[in-house]
Nanobody
Framework: VQLVESGGGSVQSGGSLRLSCAAS????????MSWFRQAPGKEREGVAT???????TYADSVKGRFTISQDSAKNTLYLQMNSLKPEDTAKYYC?????????????????????WGQGTQVTVSS
């Protein structure tokens, strides 16, 4: 599956952005879909996931501010980001794993993801 992210940009602290990840094929209930991010000089980290049962999981740092969703008709994964902070500045990636039944366990583990997008930059200024 090919993944293409969009929607990044520069916003001020407290602002919002919605990231999109368009997939080349049907992903709903087929892949474990996650958003990751990587800030300069830091490791890539899991941000949120949407599993085959429609359940969502979030990193503690974004809980209550970010919302992951999926439009199965459009084969598109979204990440709505509200109340953005400077520490949210990073390149954001969507990723797909064939290990869908382990999604709740592996959702934030990079090595378990088989397909990656090219990333979209999010910059939050104070």
């Amino acid at each position: 599956v090919q993944l293409v992210e969009s929607g990044g940009g520069s916003v001020q602290s407290g602002g919002s952005l919605r990231l999109s990840c368009a997939a080349s094929e049907y992903t709903y209930s087929t892949y474990c879909m996650s958003w990751f991010r990587q800030a300069p000089g830091k490791e890539r980290e899991g941000v949120a996931t949407f599993d085959s049962d429609g359940r969502t999981t979030y990193a503690d740092s974004v809980k209550g501010r970010f919302t992951i969703s999926q439009d199965s008709a459009k084969n598109t994964l979204y990440l709505q980001m509200n109340s953005l902070k400077p520490e949210d500045t990073a390149k954001y990636y969507c990723a797909a794993s064939v290990s869908i039944y382990l999604c709740s366990v592996i959702w934030h583990r990079i090595k378990h993801f088989d397909y990656w997008g090219q990333g979209t930059q999010v910059t939050v200024s104070s």
